[in-house]
Each structure stands twice: as structure tokens, then as C-alpha cells.
T-cell receptor
Framework: DTEVTQTPKHLVMGMTNKKSLKCEQH?????MYWYKQKAKKPPELMFV???????INESVPSRFSPECPNSSLLNLHLHALQPEDSALYLC?????????????FGPGTRLTVL | GESVGLHLPTLSVQEGDNSIINCAYS??????FIWYKQESGKGPQFIID?????DKRQGQRVTVLLNKTVKHLSLQIAATQPGDSAVYFC?????????????FGTGTRLTVIP
């Protein structure tokens, strides 16, 4: 299995809702990442988990809460989002978190906040 | 292929011609670079990578050139095909404490004219 899967594909939520995005990989990778991508822009790193521990938080607002329950799963919990948070949320994984480790990306979750 | 303002740079080529996509990177300490292809509605897909101790690397129909003196990368696609139409991102890898951090360039939209 050489893919990263993400669910749901699309999500529409109100500003008072709580929802979660899910990411899964079965490649035995020990590093997992969340990126945010706005339309016509490059992906921007949000969080990095290495061996199930949060190692990078790129100053992301607390309304985004990541969780890594085990080495294959990565969640992103969403609460009290703003319309400007609407974007494509991408998950990626790599063998390790060091340099020269190719990151494999999932297809993303398209999030719309009303 | 470099970004000017907020617009995504574009490149249109005739099917069968060669394509060259350029990218400037920012950090002279970056030592690993990756080209990704992103088709509409999908996550970025790895194309080719290069380490900073190399000037050139070839794959199947693709070649990446690295000029560290001027901090410039290029991606050459030979005999461009309609399936090559996508947005292409270069990414530079910087290793922060504990984890791998990819910084993506602005991207270039390649359109192949049949």
C-alpha cells in the first residue's frame, strides 16, 4: 500500500460546528504532516508529527487541533473556524522526519466554512 | 516561471515540445529540493528530487538542474504530453529541530496544447 488516504473528500461546516479530518497511511512511515492550501497558492505547512509526537506547529491558531493516535493515523480537529479557513487540507507522510525523506501526499479534504 | 504578484505563472507548450519550468529558492542552506506535480483536485505528486551536492539529475522524461550560485532550479520535461498539464511546484527542504520542513515555491501552471 503506497498511498495516503484522507476523509472526507469534501466538508462544509458552520462557524460553530466541530468536525474532524482524518488521514491514514500504511507505509510504515513515522512522520506525518498537515498542510493548508488556498486556491492558486502553494501548500503551507501547519503541523509535523514525528514518531507520534508533535514536533512542529507553524503558529497555527488553536481552533485547529492535531492528534496522532498511532503511527498510521493523523487527525485534525476543527472548532469555531472562520470563513477564511476554507481551503484544501493536505496530509502527507514520510519514512522519517529527517532530510532526504520524500513526502507522499494524500488527495486532500476540501473544506468550506460558512 | 517565477512568481510576479499574486498570479500563478503559466506556461503553454505544444504537445511533443520540451518544457522548462524555473524556480528560485530562498535559502542557501537548503540541501534537498523536490519537484511536485499537482493536478486539479489532487494532492501534490512527487516527480524528481535533487540533493545540493549535485547539479543535475535525470528521470524518465524529466531532468532537474540545480544552480546553487544563483539559487535556481529548473525542471525540464521532454516530449511534453497532454497528461503533463498540471501545476508544478518546486520545494526546498529545511530541517528544523526534530523535523523535515518543505517550503513550496509559488508554482507554475503548465498547459499542453494538443
Amino acid at each position: 500500500d503506497t498511498e495516503v488516504t484522507q476523509t472526507p473528500k469534501h466538508l462544509v461546516m458552520g462557524m460553530t460546528n466541530k468536525k474532524s479530518l482524518k488521514c491514514e497511511q500504511h507505509m510504515g512511515h513515522r512522520a506525518m504532516y498537515w498542510y493548508k492550501q488556498k486556491a492558486k497558492k502553494p501548500p503551507e505547512l501547519m503541523f509535523v508529527y514525528s514518531y507520534e509526537k508533535l514536533s512542529i506547529n507553524e503558529s497555527v491558531p488553536s481552533r485547529f487541533s492535531p492528534e496522532c493516535p498511532n503511527s498510521s493515523l493523523l487527525n485534525l480537529h476543527l472548532h469555531a473556524l472562520q470563513p477564511e479557513d476554507s481551503a484544501l487540507y493536505l496530509c502527507a507522510s514520510s519514512q522519517e522526519s529527517g532530510v532526504y525523506n520524500e513526502q507522499f501526499f494524500g488527495p486532500g479534504t476540501r473544506l468550506t466554512v460558512l | 516561471g517565477e512568481s510576479v504578484g499574486l498570479h500563478l505563472p503559466t506556461l503553454s507548450v505544444q504537445e511533443g515540445d520540451n518544457s522548462i519550468i524555473n524556480c528560485a529558492y530562498s535559502n542557501s542552506a537548503s540541501d534537498y529540493f523536490i519537484w511536485y506535480k499537482q493536478e486539479s483536485g489532487k494532492g501534490p505528486q512527487f516527480i524528481i528530487d535533487i540533493r545540493s551536492n549535485m547539479d543535475k539529475r535525470q528521470g524518465q522524461r524529466v531532468t532537474v538542474l540545480l544552480n546553487k550560485t544563483v539559487k535556481h532550479l529548473s525542471l525540464q520535461i521532454a516530449a511534453t504530453q497532454p497528461g503533463d498539464s498540471a501545476v508544478y511546484f518546486c520545494a526546498e527542504n529545511m530541517y528544523q529541530t526534530g523535523a523535515n520542513n518543505l517550503f513550496f515555491g509559488t508554482g507554475t501552471r503548465l498547459t499542453v496544447i494538443p
